[in-house]
Structure formats: structure tokens, C-alpha cells
């Protein structure tokens, strides 16, 4: 990716940090590959006085080794070895003083909870640097960057001791959504339809490098067979690297992201416990808060239900995809899932991934049926009824006294809604008013690819949303 698309917000507030006249302590973190570093150098347009990037898997000793090679790399002319984090940043506090006509110091340390080793004492160090030193002046502006979403928060931005309330500005840097995919795909000149673009983001969600990975000339189908299918695919097993650096224990991690790949409308921490037979304790509550805060889960209370019925789903597409169809699987098919394509797996996969592809995108929903800017929860609802009941893709509970009954279908082409569809709606809509004896006005809405076709039974719809809508910004 060669140049900056999206992240108008981040790239705002960037802009309004660089006009700053005081010292700036700026946290960016999000899951890995997507995007921080990139948006970091392009902003600043890789204009640091001092740059470093921890290293994985490494102790104390090599982490301060390479520490002092970045230092000399800026201009550091000492080559006295470094004991420690305070004598680090004491040779970098010199290394800046040394510089005094420069107006603006960036500092720039990524992937820095990978410098945070065990016993090393590096937080104190740093908190010393800032705190001691850095914060007093005008001249600074230290920007650290992390994947691993959990130590950010934990360590850095929620810290209790030296460094609370400390750091100035965060960005949290979220997936893209489908409309910066759809301009990512357009400055590579690939022509591909929204629908194409929707299959893939399904796939490989809103991740940039990811994205960074299609090859221009070959399909969807074609782009994720090589990523993914073929001996050497790029992306066969990026699941444990993926894990591995943002969480210690990932086995745990994934042990409950795969339990969750399994339930499309997800679980409550008590099925949790009993499916990953994982006892009832905190251990478990800070895994799910770590997968939240990193985007892979998302957590939501059924319509109607109470605090502790708080249900976790699983929204990462690629993990999604992995378990679904590389999980314990050796296949050697070079076209595996060009032959999967419009057959009943393709169709049950791309119905409840379409779900969760809608769910992602629920502001954009939103913004299709004007409610903005009234408050609005939204959920899912399963009827009670043991036979004969019903289950709502998506309710949008709305402060105006409406609840839009969305129904959401994957389609290559317009949706027909026929009599047997029809009455399968309004069965819907009577035993939902039935159950949950609400006296609000119901309004059903069909969120599809390419919208209903008009017809006799269509009128039963009040809203159509298609790929389309959900593509806006």
C-alpha cells in the first residue's frame, strides 16, 4: 500500500497534533497489520529525529543492544554499553539536547510493548523519561505505537501508577470498512464490482495488508485460493502469528476465538466456560476484554435480555474463515474454493458471513435508514418457542418508538421475496410482537447485495438496503 487511504478522523487529529506548541505523548494501537506504522510514517512522512522498533521474542540485553544502534543511527556518537532503560533514555534525553534548533522532536517507538521484557524495568523508565523530563518541555512529541491491543491498554493508557493520565492523544486504529477497501482496490486499478469486494472483505475483512496480498487480473476466488489454498498460501497460516504477537498464552486465545467460530450468533460467558471447559474466574473475563479491545470479538445483550446474558460473537473474518475451512484440514486442491463457489457450503458461509459483514457496517445501516442521530441499540433475538419459533438477524430497538425487524439474505442477484417468503415474514413479525408484547411500531427491512425486486409480495418491506447503502463512508 503506497499511498494513504481512509482514516479521515486519525488523520485529523494527526494534523491538529502537529500544530501543537506543547510536548505530545500519542498512543497508537490496534490489531496487527492493520495499518499503524504505515499511517505513522505517512503522516509524518518518516520525518523523526528518532526512531525504533522493539524486537519480538527477545530479552533484556538484545533489546537494549539494538536500542543503541538506533541511537547511534540518530547521531548518538557514544558507544559506552547500555546497563539499562534508564541509561537508555538518558543517552537519548542527551542526544536531544544536542539538537536545539530543531522546533519539533518526533519520537517515534513502535511496537513498544515488545520492549516491556520481564524484570526489565522499562515502564519506569519510561514514565522517569516523560514524567522527569520530556512533559516540561514544548519541543517534544513521543509517539509509540503496539499490536498487542491488551499491554496498550493495560500498561500504557490505563496505567495506575507514573503514567496515568499521562498520555496526551490515542488513536485506536480500527479494519477498514468496505468503502476505504472499495478505494484501496480502485487506486490498484482493479476492477471489481461491490459485490466482489463485499465476497472478499468476508474473507479477509477490513485488514490492509491483507489486502496488500491480491494479485490485479486474477478473481476473488482466484486471489483466495493462492492466499489460502494453495501449498505456500501467504495466508494459510498467518492464525498463529497472528495470535502469537498480540497475546501471551495465545493457545488460550484461540481456544476460545475457535470455540466462538463455531456459534454464528455467539456465546455467554457461562457457555464459554462449559464449551473450553475453562473455570469461572477472572482469567477468562480478561481474555474476552483483550479479544474486544482488539477487535476479533464483540460483545452484545439480546433484545430484551438482562446484564448478565451479555453474548460474545466472533468478528474476525479471517479467523472466521480459518476455522471454517483450514482448521485441522490438509487439502492439496490448488482450486479448493474456486469449486466451492455457489455450491451449499459457498451459500450457508456467505449467508451468516453476510450477517456479520452487516453487523460491522451497522452505522452505515443506520445512516441508510436516516436514524443517525437517534439513539438506537441493535441485537439479535431468538424466539422461545421450541417448536415452531423464530429467530431476527437484527433488531434496531430506536428511541423514536420503532424497532426495525432486519432480515439479511446473500444473493448473486435481486432478492424476490415469493408468497411462501412472504408469509415466512409476517409468521415473523406475529410471534415477535406476540413475545415480546412490545408496543413499539415495527418496521421490517430486508438488507440484501443488490436490493428486492419488486413485485406482489414485496410491499411487506418498508426499507430496502443494499451493498450499495452500506458503502458509503
Known amino acids: 500500500m503506497s499511498q494513504l487511504i481512509g482514516r479521515i478522523y486519525e488523520q485529523e487529529e494527526i494534523r491538529n497534533i502537529l500544530q501543537s506548541d506543547s510536548s505530545e505523548f500519542i498512543a497508537v494501537y490496534g490489531r496487527r497489520r492493520v495499518g499503524k506504522t504505515f499511517l505513522i510514517r505517512q503522516m509524518f512522512k518518516n520525518s523523526f529525529f528518532f526512531e525504533h522498533t522493539g524486537m519480538s521474542d527477545a530479552n533484556m540485553k538484545i533489546q537494549l543492544q539494538s536500542f543503541d544502534k538506533s541511537l547511534q543511527k540518530s547521531g548518538s556518537k557514544s558507544f559506552q554499553k547500555l546497563i539499562n532503560w534508564f541509561e537508555a533514555f538518558e543517552r537519548l534525553k542527551q542526544l536531544i539536547d544536542k539538537k536545539k534548533s530543531l522546533r519539533k522532536k518526533v519520537l517515534f517507538l513502535d511496537e513498544l510493548p515488545w520492549l516491556d521484557t520481564p524484570k526489565s524495568g522499562f515502564i519506569s523508565a519510561l514514565e522517569h523519561f516523560w514524567n522527569g523530563w520530556a512533559a516540561h518541555r514544548s519541543d517534544i512529541m513521543l509517539v509509540v505505537c503496539g499490536s498487542s491491543t491488551s499491554w496498550m491498554i493495560n500498561k500504557l493508557i490505563n496505567n495506575k501508577g507514573g503514567l496515568h493520565n499521562r498520555i496526551t492523544r490515542q488513536i485506536k486504529l480500527q479494519p477498514f470498512t468496505l468503502n476505504e477497501c472499495e478505494q484501496y482496490i480502485k487506486s490498484l486499478k482493479f476492477n471489481w464490482s461491490k459485490y466482489d469486494i463485499a465476497e472478499c472483505y468476508m474473507v479477509l475483512g477490513g485488514i490492509p495488508y491483507y489486502w496488500s496480498l491480491l494479485t490485479k487480473g486474477l478473481s476473488v476466488s482466484q486471489n483466495i485460493d493462492k492466499l489460502f489454498f494453495n501449498q505456500g498460501g501467504v495466508l494459510r497460516n498467518e492464525i498463529n502469528n497472528l495470535y502469537a504477537a498480540l497475546f501471551q498464552s495465545p493457545v ?16 455467554t460467558r457461562d457457555e464459554l466456560i462449559k464449551e473450553i471447559d475453562e473455570t469461572s474466574g477472572g482469567g477468562l473475563s480478561n481474555m474476552l476484554a483483550d479479544l474486544e479491545n482488539s477487535d476479533f470479538i464483540r460483545s452484545y445483550f439480546p433484545f430484551n435480555k438482562k446484564t448478565k446474558n451479555k453474548v460474545f460473537q466472533l468478528t474476525d473474518f479471517y479467523s472466521s474463515f480459518y476455522f471454517h475451512f483450514l482448521s485441522n484440514k490438509t487439502n492439496n486442491n490448488f482450486n479448493t474454493w474456486s469449486a466451492l463457489i455457489d455450491n451449499a457450503i459457498h451459500r450457508a458461509w456467505a449467508g451468516y ?46 428511541n423514536d418508538h420503532v424497532i426495525n425487524l432486519c432480515e439479511i439474505k446473500y444473493s448473486m442477484y435481486e432478492f424476490t421475496i415469493d408468497k411462501n417468503y412472504s408469509e415466512n415474514l409476517r409468521r415473523k413479525l406475529s410471534v415477535f410482537r406476540e413475545e415480546t408484547k412490545t408496543n413499539k411500531s415495527v418496521f421490517l427491512t430486508m438488507i440484501t447485495t443488490y436490493g428486492v425486486k419488486q413485485n406482489e409480495y414485496s410491499g ?12 458509503v463512508i
Do not use: M, N, P
Open 460 to 471: 411487506i418491506i418498508q426499507k430496502s438496503i443494499s451493498l450499495t447503502d452500506i458503502f
Open 353 to 398: 458471513t453476510f450477517e456479520l459483514l452487516c453487523l460491522i457496517h451497522i452505522k452505515q445501516i443506520k445512516q441508510a435508514l436516516s436514524i443517525l442521530g437517534i439513539y438506537s441499540t441493535d441485537a439479535s433475538w431468538v424466539s422461545k418457542k421450541l417448536t415452531d419459533g423464530v429467530q431476527i438477524d437484527l433488531l434496531i430497538d430506536r
Open 252 to 267: 488460550k486465545y484461540l481456544k476460545i476465538v475457535e470455540c466462538l467460530a463455531k456459534k454464528r450468533k455467539g456465546l
